[in-house]
């Protein structure tokens, strides 16, 4: 049987373990802080990798069961009821770096600048550890990038994680598809200059005057960010939603089919579609 694959695992820069997506405890201090991760894919069940890693449903890290329970960062020992059995491969095809701490039994980035913080204390202690491999990010086509979401408080299209709304709070991105983005491809055809915010994960369009104010504070961030393209004033095509609009206040890309959209030019404001064309965007 070939097994089943979950997304939504994500680096902590804090304390440098694998985590489930969402807010929880983390052993630095505070929550988990997983704003600069890609988004790790995990098989559960199947044949291939090191099986026995699973999930504690109290501090969200991905840890080895086949050994100790290991020390929990939220007190006591990971509670692993309810998680599936993972499998992770050893030396494959992905991102290389990860490896087991044989204190806190969670799996940890070891290719960062720190060892990270254990729950059991002090630094991650990795001996005897082999050298694990996680895909990153799935597999879209060439040219492509998925994991975009939709946002349901504010409507926007943000880059898969949890970042400043102008809701209030973090995104919320239960119920969205899985969208793809055309990334610097001049071959496509669409309108360019769509960059993402590093401060806030949103996508916003960068050929205006202004950058548009961020949730975060100040304008939008699009240091290090690609060109990304999109299908306008095209209709629906197959496989493609349209109804997304550019707002003219903040800069950001937003689903006008959808609730109460808020805008972050101001706590109680909505966005301002005048002059937009009517955007289409792959979703999966």
């Not at 069961?65 to 009821?81: E, F, I, K, L, Q």
């Not at 050929?207 to 961020?214: E, K």
């Amino acid at each position: 049987m070939a097994p089943s694959t979950q997304q939504f695992w994500f680096w902590c820069s804090k304390c440098s373990c694998l985590i489930y997506g969402g807010t929880a405890v983390c052993s630095a201090g505070g929550a988990h802080d997983h704003s600069t991760s890609g988004d790790y894919t995990l098989a559960t069940p199947g044949t291939d990798g090191q099986k026995d890693w699973k999930w504690c449903k109290k501090c969200q890290c991905l840890s080895y069961t086949g050994g100790s329970t290991g020390a929990c960062a939220s007190s006591g020992t990971h509670d692993v009821s309810g998680s599936g059995n993972y499998r992770v491969a050893v030396d494959g095809k992905g991102q290389t770096g990860w490896k087991w701490c044989n204190k806190c039994q969670g799996l940890s980035y070891t290719g960062g600048s720190s060892a990270g913080k254990c729950q059991a204390g002090a630094d991650h202690d990795h001996s005897g550890s082999g050298n694990y491999t996680l895909p990153l990010d799935g597999d879209p086509a060439t040219g492509d990038q998925d994991q975009w979401r939709w946002c349901s408080k504010c409507q926007i299209l943000a880059y898969n994680g949890y970042n400043a709304c102008a809701g209030g709070g973090a995104h919320i991105l239960t119920g969205s598809g899985n969208y793809v983005l055309t990334l610097s491809d001049p071959s496509v055809p669409g309108q360019d200059n769509w960059q993402w915010c590093t401060k806030c994960y949103a996508l916003t369009y960068a050929g205006s005057a202004s950058q548009g104010p961020c949730p975060k504070g100040g304008m939008h961030a699009h240091t290090g960010s690609g060109n990304y393209k999109l299908l306008v004033s095209a209709g629906a095509p197959s496989g493609m939603q349209n109804q997304w609009a550019w707002c003219k206040k903040c800069q950001s890309l937003w689903y006008t089919a959808g609730g109460t959209p808020r805008c972050a030019q101001s706590p109680s404001g909505v966005h301002d579609k005048a002059g937009s064309g009517d955007y289409a965007l792959k979703v999966t």
